[in-house]
């Protein structure tokens, strides 16, 4: 984590030094503020006391006449005087208001970060604890991760418009460098712009930890590479007055089911129309008569939204990781959004790793049972349906996490 230079400047370096620039200028401008307050409350004061009387007294004291001078004065005042002092006030509540962004920046980088560290101590426990784990901290760190880039465009912004104020008047006044403020007025604004543009890849922090549809780790079985399992299944299917499935996939959830929902496979195509899941751990385990009576039952009750087992971690790892492979490729293209996303993807890659250590562990055991299916390999087995069940496991492997599995 340490290693990551991009992580590091997004998180700690740019915050901080945000922090440290805005509080230089809160120094800078709170003295002049404070004058500017005591000017208008001696000018509002005196105004006030002078109104209050419905005529001047016959003897006037010393404080009316006081407050009598003060009021004369400041009304003599120049309009570009009283503009000054309300830009004055403006780049106060602007200074504070970059302190406030950017701490809160560093902030929230900092809180993601110790999200991911305490994942990484947490995640191996339990399965039924990794997936609440999973759940729970995917969405504390979509939240996070979009606040701290949120807040640090806004610090950046609330500086840049406390600077073009500032630039404006000391340099304005002076003709020779009209040329050089209006340079500055013009870079400033549009640096602004791009940031304002920016700030919608706050939404594409929250996207990138959002599970926004169905990822399977699983093998798509189309006629001429499966024809004596589909052959089988059209049997069954018109013994049973059933409809055929559009797609037959083989994959890693518990499950057998059949729906309507669009699906995407891991490295892999769209399906459309009606897809059947089989799972490949029952399917090592089955004959042909149990496999028969589990297809009918999930084509009998086609589902519109695709289950799958609340306690296995494939399904929404795999939409997370899919994420993270798309927006890394999009950034390619905009190294802007690469700058201020980065920091995003390094903690969604930092999220997943143990995760995907946890998914290693869990499914190696199951994978290498298939090796088994050599000696069932016959008519009744249902891995007789299939041309290599090993083969599918070992294509499979290839889209389970990282960590040397071998089928």
């Known amino acids: ?46 105004t006030e006391i002078i109104k209050s009387y419905i005529s001047p007294p016959s003897k006037p004291d010393k404080e009316y006449l006081q407050h009598k001078a003060n009021a004369e004065l400041y009304a003599r005042f120049p309009p570009e005087m009283f503009a000054f002092m309300k830009v004055v006030t403006a780049e ?69 418009v406390f600077d073009m104020l500032w630039f404006s008047y000391p340099v304005k006044k002076n003709e020779t460098w009209e040329m050089v403020y209006i340079v500055g007025e013009t870079l400033a604004g549009f640096i602004g712009v791009v940031l304002l543009c920016n700030l919608v890849k706050v939404a594409d922090c929250l996207r990138l930890f959002t599970i926004q549809a169905r990822v399977l780790c ?26 055929l499935p559009d797609n037959i ?44 009576d589990d297809v009918l039952a999930a084509l009998g009750d086609i589902k519109i939204i695709s289950p799958y087992d609340e306690q296995d971690l494939l399904t929404p790892w795999a939409s997370l990781e899919l994420n993270r492979l798309h927006s890394d490729d999009r950034l390619k293209r905009h190294p802007l959004a690469d700058a201020l996303l980065n920091p995003a993807l390094t903690l969604c890659g930092l999220f997943l790793g143990p995760f995907s250590r946890a998914i290693n562990e869990n499914v190696q055991g199951q994978l290498w049972t298939i090796s088994s299916l050599t000696i069932k390999n016959d008519a009744v087995h249902a891995a007789g349906l299939f041309s290599s069940l090993r083969y599918l496991a070992t ?13």
């Open 92 to 160: 106060w509540y602007l200074s504070i208001s970059s302190m406030v962004c950017a701490l809160l920046s560093l902030f929230c980088g900092i809180l993601a970060q110790r999200f991911c560290l305490r994942c990484r101590d947490m995640v191996g426990h339990s399965e039924d604890g990794d997936v609440s784990l999973f759940n729970w901290f995917r969405n504390l760190l979509g939240w996070t991760s979009a606040a701290q880039l949120l807040f640090l465009i806004l610090a950046l912004l609330t500086i840049i």
């Open 218 to 243: 699983a093998i798509p079985l189309p006629e001429q590479d499966e024809p004596q399992l589909w052959q089988w299944l059209r049997t069954l299917c018109a013994e049973h007055d059933v409809a």
């Open 1 to 46: 984590m340490l290693k990551n230079f991009r992580f590091i400047l997004a998180t700690w370096i740019l915050p901080a030094l945000l922090l440290f620039y805005a509080c230089g200028q809160f120094i800078h401008i709170n003295k002049s503020h404070d004058k500017v307050v005591s000017i208008y409350q001696i000018y509002e004061t005196s």
């Open 249 to 292: 996939v083989v994959g890693m959830n518990s499950a057998y089911y059949a729906t309507t929902e669009t699906l995407q496979i891991k490295g892999g195509p769209r399906l459309t129309g009606v897809t059947l899941h089989l799972p490949l751990r029952q399917i090592a385990t089955v004959n042909k008569r149990r496999l028969s």
């Open 395 to 407: 294509r499979l492997a290839q889209q389970l996490p990282h960590g040397g599995i071998s089928a």
